[in-house]
């Protein structure tokens, strides 16, 4: 079976097999760069002499870390909170009823719909939800103290390795599964066959970015348009992702990437253009890119109907 990443190069920067796992699975996993972080703390953790500042950051380097676990396993349905419930603070304010964070609960609640997706056993949730806020704390300044002594923080860190060994490993486990059915489903023919394997992508397959790209990327057939349609997988093209600090960015849709390649086929191009009609309003950069490929696509008086949508852009931004 074709693995979404290439194997990581051999490096021997690493204290232990536990610490060298952690960074081949995040090569393989969630992306190279997850896993230079990650291998670049090790360095900084394995120095005889540490600098001052290696609590803060090793910090900043997990936190990368685990917000590139989150953008790559959050479910494709998932549409993060702008408001507290409480208090309808926006993000990025400080909730005047309890001091605390928006942020903090809106991480919390990705964590929950990822646990969920995957079926993370309670231990391996649990973990991962309790670094919830922790990292971004120990990332930043001290008031105008000291900077955090690392050995201070060794046993924390420790905790932090074994936390993305569980996680790792139970997304690898989940995912050797999930990537074995998406190649049973992308070898189905015929009307029925492919309803009975939309069904199946919906009910068995977590819609998140790799596991969605796996099989959008393979899929070349129009044939499943309608069905797609039907379950509503083209219906939320994916949403802003925040970090702890508010900032906003986007991931690409593998749907509208799909959607794309087939608006090139004369036969398909009635279906792609009723549905790209339902979300050409999306605020995702990576999305809009999509349509305007299709646009080039379509014929000239379907392309025409989508410009008045497409001219709101710039306004909006």
């Given at each position: 079976m074709e693995q979404p990443n290439l194997y990581p190069p051999p490096v021997s920067d690493f204290m232990d097999g536990r610490q060298e796992r952690i960074y081949k699975r995040l090569y393989t996993r969630i992306g190279e760069g997850s896993a230079i972080f990650y291998r670049e703390a090790c360095q900084l953790r394995s120095m005889k002499q540490?600098?001052?500042?290696?609590?803060?950051?090793v910090a900043h380097l997990f936190r990368e870390i685990e917000s590139a676990l989150r953008a790559v396993t959050l479910p494709d349905t998932y549409q993060p909170s702008e408001e507290c419930p409480d208090c309808r603070s926006k993000q990025g304010e400080q909730c005047p009823t309890c001091g605390s964070w928006f942020e903090k609960s809106s991480h919390q609640k990705a964590i929950i719909a990822i646990a969920d997706a995957y079926e993370l056993d309670k231990s391996t949730r649990k973990q991962w939800l309790?670094?919830?806020g922790k990292l971004h704390g120990y990332a930043h300044r001290n008031s105008l103290t000291h900077p955090r002594p690392y050995a201070e923080y060794k046993a924390f860190y420790e905790s932090v390795d074994a936390t993305f060994d569980?996680?790792?490993?139970?997304?690898?486990?989940?995912?050797?599964?999930v990537f074995l059915l998406i190649d049973t489903l992308l070898v189905s023919e015929g009307e029925q066959a492919i309803v009975d394997s939309v069904h199946q992508l919906k009910e068995r397959v977590p819609p998140n970015l790799v596991t969605y790209s796996y099989f959008f990327d393979k899929l070349n057939s129009y044939h499943w348009l309608v069905s797609l349609r039907s379950k509503g997988i083209f219906k939320h093209p994916s949403g802003a992702v925040y970090d702890e600090e508010g900032r906003l960015s986007f991931l690409p849709w593998p749907q509208s990437r799909y959607l794309a390649r087939m608006a090139k086929i004369p036969e398909a191009q009635n279906t792609v253009f009723e549905i790209i009609l339902t979300f050409v309003d999306t605020e995702n950069v990576y999305?809009?890119?999509d349509i305007i490929e299709i646009a080039l696509a379509l014929p000239i008086h379907k392309a025409a109907q989508l410009l008045p949508n497409i001219q709101k852009w710039k306004v909006k931004s």
């Open positions: 540490a600098f001052a500042t290696t609590a803060h950051l309790g670094l919830s569980s996680i790792l490993a139970f997304l690898e486990r989940k995912s050797s599964r999305v809009r890119e």
